[in-house]
C-alpha cells in the first residue's frame, strides 16, 4: 500500500499575490538547495500561469532576482511543445521574454528541449542530457531540486494527458507524446518516474477555470488516465500547492481527497 500522499496548499487572494508567492517559493527553495549541496536544478513548465512568476524572478525591482543563486543554478524543462523555439507556442520562448533575456544566466545552464526537432529524436536527446548532466548511471532518475508543474482545465500536467501514451511510459526519462486533443499536436515530456522523483515539486495553479478541475483532481475518485495530474505522487509524501482564490473555491480547509491528505497552510 503507497504511503498517504501529504498534499498542502497555499491560497492568495489573487493572480498577482500567486506570482509573488511562487517567486517566494522559488527563490527560497532554490538558495536553500544551493546552500546545501553548491548548487541547484530546476525543471519549470510552460503555458502562461507562470509567466508572471518568471517576470517578477527577473525584475531588479523585487527582492527575489537577488535571492536567486544564478550562478549555481541549471534550468531545466518539464516539457515542450515541438515547435520552434521562437514559436509563439514555445514554453522556451515564454520563458525566455519573461527571465531569461534579464537574468545572468550561461548558455549552458539553460537545457532547452529541442522541439524544433522531431519530437521522438528531441526527446532521445533530452534524456542524454538528462544523463549526463545529472551523471546518471543505468536505471538511475535524476533528481530535481525543484520541479514546478501546471494543470490543465483537463487535469493534465507537464505533456501528460489524458488517455495519451506518455502516461505509461516509465522506463524512459523523457518522451514524445501525440497529444489528439491540443491541435493534434506533439509534445516532448518528463515522464512521471523523473516528476515523482524530484525532491520538491510544486503545482503553481491560478484561475476559476482550475477550481472544478482540481476539486476532481484531489477530492474525486481517483482515475488517473482521465486525470493524469493524480500521478502526481512525489516520493518526498509531500505535494504542495501554490493556488490562488479563484482556483481554491472548491477546495476544504482540510480533508481527506482523492489523492491524499489535503490541509491547507
Ligand atoms: C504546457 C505546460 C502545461 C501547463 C498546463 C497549465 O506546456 O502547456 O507545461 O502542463 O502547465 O497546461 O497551463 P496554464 O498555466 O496556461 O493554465
Redesign the pocket.
Known amino acids: 500500500m503507497a504511503a498517504k500522499l501529504k498534499i498542502v496548499y497555499s491560497v492568495e487572494p489573487d493572480a498577482a499575490g500567486l506570482a509573488r508567492r511562487a517567486a517566494q517559493y522559488f527563490a527560497e527553495k532554490c538558495a536553500g538547495a544551493a546552500a546545501a549541496h553548491g548548487r541547484v536544478r530546476v525543471a519549470i513548465?510552460?503555458?502562461?500561469?507562470?509567466k508572471a512568476t518568471f517576470g517578477l524572478l527577473a525584475d531588479p525591482g523585487q527582492p527575489w532576482r537577488a535571492q536567486m543563486p544564478w550562478d549555481k543554478l541549471d534550468l531545466w524543462w518539464?516539457?515542450?511543445?515541438s515547435v520552434p523555439p521562437d514559436n509563439a507556442d514555445s514554453?522556451y520562448r515564454m520563458t525566455r521574454e519573461a527571465m531569461l533575456d534579464k537574468v545572468p544566466l550561461k548558455p549552458e545552464q539553460i537545457h532547452r528541449m529541442e522541439g524544433e526537432l522531431d519530437p521522438t529524436e528531441a526527446a532521445a536527446r533530452y534524456e542524454m542530457e538528462l544523463r549526463n548532466g545529472f551523471g546518471l548511471r543505468d536505471q538511475e532518475l535524476p533528481r530535481f531540486d525543484l520541479l514546478q508543474?501546471?494543470?490543465?482545465p483537463d487535469g493534465?500536467?507537464?505533456?501528460l494527458f489524458p488517455h495519451t501514451a506518455a502516461l505509461h511510459e516509465t522506463n524512459q526519462l523523457v518522451t514524445a507524446n501525440h497529444v489528439e486533443t491540443v491541435k493534434d499536436s506533439w509534445?516532448v515530456t518528463l515522464t512521471q518516474p523523473v516528476i515523482n522523483n524530484a525532491a520538491d515539486v510544486f503545482f503553481l495553479i491560478g484561475?476559476q477555470d482550475?477550481a472544478e478541475i482540481l476539486k476532481e483532481v484531489l477530492l474525486g475518485t481517483v482515475d488517473r488516465e482521465r486525470l493524469p495530474s493524480q500521478m502526481i505522487a512525489p516520493a518526498s509524501g509531500i505535494l504542495t500547492l501554490l493556488l490562488d482564490k479563484a482556483a481554491a473555491a472548491l477546495l476544504p480547509a482540510n480533508g481527506e481527497g482523492g489523492m491524499g491528505t489535503i490541509e491547507r497552510i
Open positions: 513548465s510552460g503555458g502562461s500561469t507562470p518539464v516539457d515542450e511543445r514554453n508543474l501546471g494543470m490543465g493534465h500536467t507537464a505533456s509534445r484561475g482550475k
